[in-house]
C-alpha cells in the first residue's frame, strides 16, 4: 500500500505500519484471551453433570466462587460495549452462553456486573439470537441420564 515493510500478510490482508499491525495482531490476541477464560470456567460447569456425587457440591462452591472473584470481574472490566473493540466478536457471544450456564447454576452471581448483563441483553436481542433462544431451540438438549451413567461408568464414580 505505501510501499514499505514491514509487511505482514493476514487472513488475505497486506497490512503494513508497525503500529497497524501490532494493533490487529493485539486485538485478536485479547479475543482469544477471553475466549480462553470463558473456556476455563465452562469447562468446570460443564463437567458438574458427570462429578461424582460426592463432590458436586464442593464443585458447586468452586464455581460460585471462581465465577463472582476471578472470571466476572475480569470480563467485567473490560469497560465497553463488547469485550474487544466496538463490535461483535466471538468472544462476546461465548461470554454470552457461559452467562446463561452461569444463571442456570445461581442467577444471583450476575447482581454485581451490570455490564455483562447489558452485554446479555444485547447479544440475546439480536433477531438471530433471539430466535435460537426460544423455547424449544437447539440451544441446550435435555440431559440424557443414559449417556451421563455411561460417561460415569468409563470414569469410574
Avoid: C, W
Avoid at 472470571?71 to 452467562?99: C, K, M, T
Avoid at 445461581?106 to 446479555?120: E, G, R
Wanted: no cysteine; hydrophobic share 45%; net charge neutral.
Amino acid at each position: 500500500m505505501f510501499q514499505q515493510v514491514p509487511m505482514v500478510e493476514i487472513d488475505g490482508m497486506e497490512l503494513v505500519q508497525s503500529r497497524a499491525i501490532l494493533n490487529y495482531i493485539a486485538e485478536r490476541a485479547l479475543i482469544d484471551m477471553y475466549i480462553e477464560g470463558v473456556a476455563d470456567l465452562n469447562e468446570m460447569i460443564l463437567l458438574l453433570p458427570i462429578s461424582p456425587p460426592a463432590e458436586k457440591d464442593a464443585k458447586i462452591t468452586l464455581i460460585k466462587d471462581r465465577t463472582t472473584n476471578r472470571y466476572l470481574p475480569a470480563f467485567e472490566n473490560h469497560g465497553q460495549d463488547y469485550l474487544v473493540g466496538n463490535r461483535l466478536s466471538r468472544a462476546d457471544i461465548q461470554l454470552v452462553e457461559l452467562i446463561y450456564y452461569v444463571e442456570e447454576i445461581d442467577p444471583s452471581l450476575l447482581t454485581n456486573f451490570p455490564l455483562l448483563k447489558a452485554l446479555k441483553a444485547r447479544i440475546s436481542n439480536l433477531p438471530t439470537v433471539k430466535k435460537f433462544l426460544q423455547p424449544g431451540s437447539p440451544r441446550k438438549p435435555p440431559v440424557d441420564e443414559k449417556i451421563l451413567e455411561k460417561a460415569r461408568k468409563i470414569l469410574k464414580f
